[in-house]
């Protein structure tokens, strides 16, 4: 599978979110079928780095940051309702395997 950039068309906009900064929308489905939201379209963004390791200083720079992971509804792929948060991470480096709960 190879994933595909999103970018603004004459047809269809992306969510506002900053993807110079490492934006990416990672999903988009129909709604629900009997839910509020059938008929919309629903998409998941998150502002990350991604798998990509900081050095000293970004990890310093970003210390007070953290990454969420945005819902998103539209109707028309144009406009988009205010995003629910759907899961936040703090920014760090996860805890040795032998520290993780399972």
């Known amino acids: 599978m190879r994933g595909h950039a999103v970018v603004p068309t004459s047809d269809f906009s992306p969510p506002p ?26 998409l998941y ?32 792929l144009r406009s988009y309702r205010a995003p629910t948060v759907c899961m936040k991470f703090e920014t760090g480096t996860s805890p040795p395997e032998s520290e993780r709960e399972r």
């Open 45 to 76: 963004a998150a502002q990350t780095t991604g798998p990509e390791p900081l050095n000293d200083a970004q990890a310093q720079r970003q210390k007070s940051l953290h990454v969420e992971v945005l819902r998103f509804v539209t109707d028309d």
């Open 17 to 42: 979110l900053n993807y110079t900064a490492g934006a990416i929308v990672f999903g988009a489905f129909s709604a629900w079928p009997g839910t509020a939201d059938d008929g919309a379209y629903v």
